[in-house]
């Protein structure tokens, strides 16, 4: 063995801006990258030019970003994907569907569902700023959902093939909005459900022990990464239990004192509200 054993030798740009464009090809076709596939060994921070790589193709096609959202926030998802460190993934409008909203399965690959806390940045925060307050800029809390789709065959991945398909993201659905002086975060129950049936269930002390606490450390990232979180931006804090597969049919989180948010899986393309979105 020698020193240099190990340690990472630099992934030419041509190679991360192939592997933004595989990923972002298979979400477009609904089509996972296979584990046969040849994949570069990516260091984090590669990973994370990968992602920016991914939704700057995302932007020139249109869409439009609209927040952050932090993964591996709790003990219940890092286990589920055998990882075990937080990070960052970023959302847009064309990710973002309506409370109660269908949601086209046959878009997606293999998708599932997370209950979260959303937060809404009633200010621009200048994460160059040390001394930055993301919290006291914090307008709104709202229960959410996430849906998410790895681009990878069996929900597989590792820690930078994961960030590098920006943390999975497929859409997400934000509840009503709330105060953030007039709710209680710290430990009220979430649960996810299908109709009537309890899929999973938490607390909102899974995550990092009271969901403003991913405040602080998404400052951190957003920093290292260069992210921005304009005026407007929604903030998803992470789910607070495994997520479980999408099927069809209504789905809803609920947290304790923040409400009800609703989504509607559908097969095939999802027609006028109501048609197939109302049972
Ligand atoms: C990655 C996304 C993790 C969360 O809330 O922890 C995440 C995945 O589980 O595929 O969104
Ligand atoms: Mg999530």
């Known amino acids: ?48 030019a990968s992602q920016a790589a991914l939704i700057a193709r995302r932007l020139a096609r249109g869409e439009r970003g609209v927040g952050l959202k932090l993964g591996f926030t709790s003990e219940a998802k890092m286990r589920q994907m ?7 993934g970023q959302l847009t409008d064309g990710m973002q569907a309506a409370d109660g909203a269908a949601i086209d ?14 937060f809404l ?18 307008t709104g809390v709202a229960p959410g959902l996430e849906i998410i789709d790895s681009r990878y065959d069996g929900f ?21 909005w709330h ?6 975060l ?49 903030v998803l804090a992470g789910a607070a239990t495994e997520a479980v597969p999408l099927r069809p049919g209504p789905v809803n989180a609920e947290v304790a004192g923040l409400g009800t948010v609703r989504a509607v899986g559908v097969q095939g393309s999802a027609g006028p509200l109501g048609e197939g979105g109302g049972r």
Do not use: C
């Open 105 to 118: 399965l046959s878009a997606l690959i293999h998708p599932r569902v997370e209950p979260e806390v959303a």
């Open 179 to 184: 105060a953030p002086d007039e709710v209680d």
């Open 1 to 48: 063995m020698n020193a240099a054993e190990g340690r990472h030798v630099k992934t030419p740009g041509t190679v991360v801006a192939q592997v933004a464009e595989l990923l972002d090809t298979a979400q477009q076709s609904a089509t996972p990258v296979g584990t046969a596939t040849p994949w570069p060994q990516l260091d984090l921070d590669e990973a994370y």
């Open 186 to 234: 710290d430990d009220v129950p979430v649960i996810l459900r299908a109709g009537d049936e309890v899929l999973a269930e938490g607390t909102t002390a899974a995550i990092l022990g009271h969901p403003l606490r991913t405040l602080p450390r998404l400052v951190a990232l957003g920093r290292r990464l260069g992210l921005q979180l304009p005026a407007g931006s929604v």
């Open 121 to 138: 940045v009633g200010a621009d925060v200048d994460l160059a700023d040390p001394d930055v307050d993301l919290e006291a800029a914090i």
């Open 156 to 176: 597989q991945f590792d820690l930078p093939r994961v960030v590098a398909d920006n943390t999975s993201a497929a859409k997400f659905v934000i509840g009503p």
């Open 82 to 88: 055998g990882v075990d460190e937080l990070i960052v």
